[in-house]
């Protein structure tokens, strides 16, 4: 079982900055690949960002590509996303979630290949 903890979320400008975290306690049997989803109010769930069990691959969604960075720190079982030149449109709650295993494949944009989710994290972005 694995629990995710997110924090760093919260309110911020147009063209501000946010860094968000995401925890990990428990026992996975393998380090997972980790992602960053968001859920805007009557919108699906959407795909982020997402980074394999030893950071040396990461992806990003189109919305956000160029301006969000996803790190992950294996020492410290925590996962990051740095947000930059915030949009209006980036409010939403923001999910991290573990992977049922190391290895995305090719489906890092899929919900269903995450197992654990973290609570979510409120950004709201304002002009």
């Known amino acids: 079982q694995v629990q995710l903890v997110v924090s760093g979320g919260g309110s911020v400008q147009a063209a501000g900055s946010l860094r968000l975290s995401c925890a990990a306690s428990?026992?996975?049997?393998?380090?997972?690949?980790m992602g960053w989803f968001r859920q805007a109010p009557g919108k699906e769930r959407e795909f982020v960002a997402a980074?394999?069990?030893?950071?040396?691959?990461?992806y990003y969604g189109d919305s956000v590509k160029g301006r969000c960075t996803i790190s992950r720190d294996n020492t410290r079982n925590t996962v990051y996303l740095e947000m930059n030149s915030l949009k209006l449109e980036d409010t939403a709650v923001y999910y991290c979630?573990?992977?049922?295993?190391?290895?995305?494949?090719?489906?890092?944009?899929?919900?269903?290949?995450?197992?654990?989710w973290g609570q979510g994290t409120q950004v709201t972005v304002s002009s």
């Open positions: 980074i394999t069990w030893n950071g040396r691959t990461t």
């Open positions: 428990g026992r996975p049997s393998s380090s997972p690949g």
């Open positions: 979630a573990a992977s049922r295993s190391p290895s995305f494949g090719n489906r890092y944009m899929y919900t269903d290949v995450y197992l654990y």
